[in-house]
């Protein structure tokens, strides 16, 4: 059972576009909620982290919106640049738990 | 910090042979993931370490894999036979915890057994 839901599974966006990527869960009990950026060749690398006490975090053009009651948060980066281009991972874990449920990944293209 | 150190990068063996994958996590860290990702699978979980010790090993496919941390700055997962169907990129992540829980990943070891 897949315990987070990302979507989609790619995505293209013109520069200076705005790109969203969605991710589910189903476990209450979880309660942080990381990003990670996966450049070709390169391993994962956190980006950005929420808590749920917060449905907002922001730094720079990475922003995650968090909606409890839903179990749903949500990547958007802002202003798009082909630098951008890379998968992008959602994950789940509860506190002082370290193990991670990942999603399935987003490839995003960010077309100059 | 130099991150966690994984080797070797790049790994090519033939069917039948024992591969043995290596990392080395951060310093201070007291826990250690084995990742294993493909484009069919995504990213998968096959072990991890609390101060040494196996945590979860539901992840590994079968008794071909093994793991071990023999102490808190190494660790080696292990296949033996390899099989065709092993070929992946192996990740190596590590974090405190009880901390925030980051975990910071290594740059992989790409295998292909043939």
Not at chain 2, 99 to 109: D, K, V
Request: aromatic share 12%; with cysteine; glycine share 8%.
């Amino acid at each position: 059972q897949q315990q987070v839901k990302q979507s989609p599974q790619s995505l293209i966006v013109q520069k200076g576009g705005i790109s969203i990527i969605n991710c589910a869960y189903e476990n209450t009990a979880f309660d942080y909620f990381p990003w990670y950026q996966q450049f070709p060749g390169k391993g994962p690398a956190l980006l950005i982290a929420i808590r749920p006490d917060v449905s907002e975090k922001k730094e720079g053009r990475f922003t995650i919106s968090f909606n409890k009651s839903a179990k749903q948060f949500s990547l958007h980066i802002m202003d798009s640049q082909p630098g951008d281009s890379a998968t992008y991972f959602c994950a789940a874990s509860r506190d002082n738990f370290n193990k991670f449920y990942f999603g399935s990944g987003t490839k995003l293209n960010v077309k100059p | 910090d130099a991150g966690v150190i994984q080797s070797p990068r790049h790994e090519v063996t033939e069917m039948g042979q024992e591969v043995t994958l290596r990392c080395k996590p951060i310093s201070g860290h007291n826990s250690l993931f084995w990742y294993r990702q493909t484009m069919m699978r995504g990213l998968e979980l096959l072990i991890y370490f609390n101060n040494n010790v196996p945590i979860d090993d539901s992840g590994m496919p079968e008794d071909r894999f093994s793991a071990k941390m023999p102490n808190a700055s190494f660790s080696t997962l292990k296949i033996q036979p390899s099989e065709p169907r092993d070929s992946a990129v192996y990740f190596c992540a590590s974090s405190l915890a009880g901390g925030a829980g980051t975990q910071y990943f290594g740059p992989g070891t790409r295998l292909t057994v043939l």
